[in-house]
């Protein structure tokens, strides 16, 4: 059974910085594509980014371009997100994904099947 858990999110004040974790368990495919998503109060959730293949191809949402970067760790099975200058727009849960051949619905361009219980990320002007 695949699990993943966020931690890392807290309150911070615009322009600071926050590194986002997930670690996952019972997940086999750590190069197939795996994402990070979040969700305002009131809000769609969001794609903020993804990370794809052995050669780590990356996408990001314009919103977050030049501020976040998403990474992994195959040998810690982690998968990261680097949030610096955040703004108050940016204050939300966010929640990690992976895909796997069990979704049939792409969502960011990726099957993401498996999802974790997020955290929350509080960015204050």
């Known amino acids: 059974q695949v699990q993943l858990v966020e931690s890392g999110g807290g309150s911070v004040q615009a322009g600071g910085s926050l590194r986002l974790s997930c670690a996952i368990s019972?997940?086999?495919?750590?190069?197939?594509?795996m994402g990070w998503f979040r969700q305002a109060p009131g809000k769609e959730r969001e794609g903020v980014a993804r990370?794809?293949?052995?050669?780590?191809?990356?996408y990001y949402a314009d919103s977050v371009k030049g501020r976040f970067t998403i990474s992994r760790d195959n040998a810690k099975n982690t998968l990261y997100l680097q949030m610096n200058s955040l703004k108050p727009e940016d204050t939300a849960m966010y929640y990690c994904?992976?895909?796997?051949?069990?979704?049939?619905?792409?969502?960011?361009?990726?099957?993401?099947?498996?999802w974790g219980q997020g955290t929350q990320v509080t960015v204050s002007s």
């Open positions: 994904a992976a895909s796997s051949e069990r979704s049939r619905t792409a969502v960011f361009g990726c099957f993401f099947s498996d």
């Open positions: 019972g997940y086999t495919y750590m190069n197939a594509c």
């Open positions: 990370i794809f293949g052995a050669i780590t191809s990356t």
